[in-house]
């Protein structure tokens, strides 16, 4: 293996900086344990000084451990390209079409992949009335790791108090409220690892929130899911086939309902949330669990990333 000049981007400036940087630093620690040179990047406000930093370390390659806005949207990838520096994960056109979730919903139902009865509103729109029948899913357009994401369930009141404090946009996404299962499955390339069925524990929503997602003990991981042969099996087609549809690079993770309520011997319904096209690397994030699972241990699925960056200039 041929040692290189590594630099990791973390931080940034969206809702996930403080997982961006625990993912920066586990990466950080383990390609320096692989010996290659790291330097570390909290990407701040500055753009010039991310560049200043960047043509000084003059890395071979960017990890980029950013998540959410600015780092997961396109925008990053746009200033690497124009650089012509390589870096992990998906290019611009991926990235900003997987983080709007309207336009990543758009490009799955061309595809013919399953995704949840859903529309597009404003806040005043959503605020005077229930636009589809409850319970339902509002969501922000532009966040990851469940920002902002809350379930209106019937009856109750809460809907006119989440419209008129909406901080998360002009816009918000409106799905139906499947029920069942949380589910995910990472893929490296062109290769679907397992699938993790997530169960929340404690006292919160009962769905896979911030909190649950970082938090020490917020989830129970089980995987390989026990969960209908066929789902799985489809669970792991229909990951791989979001990855290829929105165009991904290197790693990315998608997330599903199953509705599995008809009864565990049936194959129960399987729905797109979304595609992560900058998976979590910290110590309780989903894809480093999946890649050992299947054989791949943190800093080998490390260096796989580096060892798949590309320079698309």
Known sequence: MTARRVSVLMGGMSAEREVSL???RNVADALRGLGHDVRCIDA????LAIVSDLRDHRPDV???AMHGRFGEDG???GVLDWMGIAYTHSGVRASATAMDKDA???VFMAAGLPVATGLVLTPAQLEPADPIPAPYVVKPLNEGSSVGVDIIHPGSNRRATLARGWTFGTHMLVEEYIPGRELTVGVL???ALTVTDITPTGSGPSFYDY???YAAGGSCHELPARIHPAAFEQARELALAAHRALGCRGASRTDFRYDDTAGADLPGRLVILETNTQPGMTPTSLLPEQAAACGMDYA??????IDHATCRT
């Open 75 to 77: 925008s990053i990838q």
């Open 189 to 191: 390339e062109d290769r």
């Open 44 to 47: 701040g406000p500055d753009l």
């Open 300 to 305: 080998a699925l490390c260096q796989w990333m």
């Open 62 to 64: 960017v990890f980029n």
């Open 22 to 24: 625990a993912s920066g």
């Open 104 to 106: 990543a919903r758009t």
């Open 211 to 213: 909190q649950a997602k």
